[in-house]
């Protein structure tokens, strides 16, 4: 098991490319399906902002205190790009040197995508190809990146929960492309409605998963979920309702100077039991960082690291 464990690292990217955004406000766009999304006061705009640009400015220094490469990235909203804090969503890497390009649902969150991101990555990391999904936009299939997939790099697995964020066309092109087995479920909220994106319901770690049970909509498949990941060798730690919508689901493993960590939000670990925490930092540091303005928008920490899962040039 534990020379398994170690074998999984790849799950846990020690790089990770972030966006600052300096005009940071939720995207009015996505209130129609994101209903983790609250709204920010209009009368206090510039303090939205600033909040935001302070967040994201203590969450890369607490990283990068802790050895974790962070590539930072400054958006000015020139684009009128509200959400531009996920870069999680438009694109991913993968081992082998396999970057993907992702078809967006919305317009303003298609403006998110940046060539100089891509450059970055081709100069400082091996890639050896780039597929572009976004000309499936104007077909209307879309697939979120890392929002809608949570990957199990070692297992190939891409679990994704079933939305408009999420075509089941677009996703069989992915994983046949990237070799990827999907692994689909349906899901509902207390109010019965499908969660926007997976990565809020589910984390996947090396050595652990958090997963939103309560938020699958069928008993079988939930167990199926369950099932193949501890077939995986992963303890599977199941999140409650209120802790999903603590965005406790919604945490990234990164691996640091001192091994490795689960970066999530102060909320979310305030959320967490204490038996949980104990299971987790088993194998995994907690990291909380602090980041209430930027969970406004409808996303929290994982939203906003894009995992660099390349060997580097250097």
């Known amino acids: 098991m534990h020379s398994l464990l170690l074998l999984r690292s790849t799950q846990a990217p ?113 890639v050896q190809d780039v597929i572009d999904y976004s000309g499936l936009e104007p077909d209307g299939l879309f697939l979120e990146g890392t929002g809608a997939m949570v990957f199990d ?23 046949t492309h990237f070799n990827y087995e999907p692994m689909v479920f349906d899901t509902a909220d207390a109010a019965g409605r499908p969660v926007y994106h997976t990565n809020v319901l589910m984390c996947v770690a090396t050595a652990f998963a958090l997963v939103g049970f309560e938020w699958m909509a069928n008993a079988r498949r939930a167990a199926e979920v369950r099932a193949r990941l501890e077939e995986s060798g992963r303890e599977v730690i199941a999140l409650s309702a209120a802790q999903i919508a603590d965005f406790a689901g919604n945490a990234i493993e990164l691996s640091g100077r001192g091994g490795r960590l689960l970066a999530l939000s102060r909320r979310a670990f305030d959320s967490l039991t204490t038996a949980q925490k104990t299971a987790i930092e088993r194998t995994a540091r907690l990291v909380p960082l602090d980041v209430p303005t930027v969970e406004l928008a409808g996303g929290s920490v994982r939203c906003m690291m894009a995992g660099i899962h390349l060997a580097p040039r250097r």
């Open 14 to 126: 020690a790089a990770i490319v972030m966006v600052r955004p300096h005009r940071f406000t939720p995207n009015p766009e996505t209130t129609a399906d994101n209903t983790f999304q609250r709204p920010a006061d209009p009368q206090a705009t510039q303090a939205v902002a600033d909040a935001a640009y302070r967040e994201v400015t203590a969450a890369v220094a607490r990283l990068e205190a802790e050895g974790v490469r962070i590539h930072l990235f400054e958006d000015h909203g020139e684009r009128d790009t509200p959400d531009s804090i996920f870069p999680n969503n438009w694109f991913s890497t993968h081992p082998g040197g396999h970057v993907a390009l992702y078809p967006m649902a919305l317009p303003s969150r298609r403006r998110e995508r940046r060539a100089d991101v891509i450059e970055l990555l081709k100069a400082e990391y091996r």
């Open 153 to 175: 790099h070692l297992a190939r697995v891409a679990y994704t929960a079933r939305s408009s964020r999420a075509d089941p066309v677009a996703l069989e092109r992915f994983c």
